[in-house]
Each structure stands twice: as C-alpha cells, then as structure tokens.
C-alpha cells in the first residue's frame, strides 16, 4: 500500500499503521511517498523507515552512484594510507625513545639522519639534472632533423619518450625526499616527545594510533 499527499516532504505526516508495524518512506518530485513495500523507481532514493507512531527509527541514504562510490572508495585507501604512516612513524619514535639514553643520543641520531637524508636528496637533484641533460640532447637532435628536413626515425621518438618517462620519475623521486627532508624537524620534535612522555611514564610506551 502507498499513500502520497500533495505537500512538501517536509511537511508531510506519513500514515499511521498498527502499533508495532513500520513503513518506508522516500521522496518523489518533492513529496513523501510511504508504504509497505519499495517500488522499483525509488530503490535509487534516500529512505526513511517510520513506526505507527510517525517517528523515524531508521534511515537509509541513497546508494551511490558509481563515480561517487570510486571516489569514496579513493578516499578511503587515502585516508588508510594516511593512518598507517602515522601510526608507523609513532612506532618508529617510540622505538626512539625506549633505545636512546639521553635526548642528547636521541639528538645525535637524527642529525645523523638528517645528513643522510640531505645527501639522498642532493643525489636525486644530480639525477634528475642529469636526466634533463640526456632529454634535452635528444629534442635537439630530434629538432635539428626537421630542421634538415628529415623524418625522426622511431628509434629517437622511442627514446625521447622513455627519458620523458625517466625524467618524470626523478623529479617525483626528488619531491619525496624534499619533503622528507623538510619534515626531520617536526620529526625530531615529536621523537623528543615520545621520549619524554617514556621517561616520565616509567619507560611505558605510548600507545600507537589504530588504523
């Protein structure tokens, strides 16, 4: 059984039934529809599920669209990823903290680390200058044959797309370790931490965030 009034669903009052019973209510066109069973058009509408009384005891929004639930789905795997690093970086600070005798020791070792990780970055922007250099080369060469007249031979276009290729992926390479080596600082702030909540919690470990 379906009952539709003429007004607004946001004035409308769904039907009264027998106590203990339930309906199913959903908007069409700007009224709510309400009754036993779900047609087919509206298994795509939020719904509202009303006991005899015309209160609301539970709701069911509208199933996704499949580019809305791709999204969901990409922000979710984001938002995982997002948890499991941090929950991996405040292992690694409590392992820090609980191995390291003094913030002094603690200090050293991640000067000691930030060294290494300036120098790996230095290495990616050789990398990456050096590979702009080979790409360069071969538009040159690429340029100076049409300039002749002549056709690229395949070979050459070949090339030039995997440098292309080479040259994204070193800059994509550099921007991580740029970003790793700008966050040491907020890194070893928050391992002093870690170590000092240890210390004053007599070497008991923080707790890790769960995912």
Known sequence: ?????????????????????????????????????????????????????????????????????????????????????QASQTRQQIALASTYASEDALRKAYAERTQSVHAAMVAAQSSLASHRLELSRALLRAANLELQ????????????????????????????????YAAMDDELQQALQKYRDYKQNGGIAPAVPQN
Request: charge should be positive; include cysteine; hydrophobic fraction near 35%.
């Open 1 to 85: 059984m379906l009952a539709l009034v003429g007004i607004p669903a946001s004035a409308q009052t769904p039907p009264q039934g027998k106590p203990g019973s339930t309906v199913r209510c959903w908007t069409e066109r700007g009224q709510t529809v309400c009754g036993d069973t779900i047609p087919a058009n509206a298994a795509g509408s939020a719904q509202r599920e009303i006991n005899a009384s015309g209160v609301t005891v539970q709701t069911f929004p509208r199933p996704l669209t499949p580019t809305e639930q791709a999204a969901k789905d990409a922000a979710d795997k984001a938002e995982a990823a997002r948890l499991a690093a």
């Open 149 to 180: 007249g002549k056709p690229v031979n395949k070979q050459l276009q070949d090339g030039i797309a995997q440098q292309v290729g080479t040259v994204n992926t070193a800059f994509t390479d550099l921007q991580h370790k740029r970003g790793e």
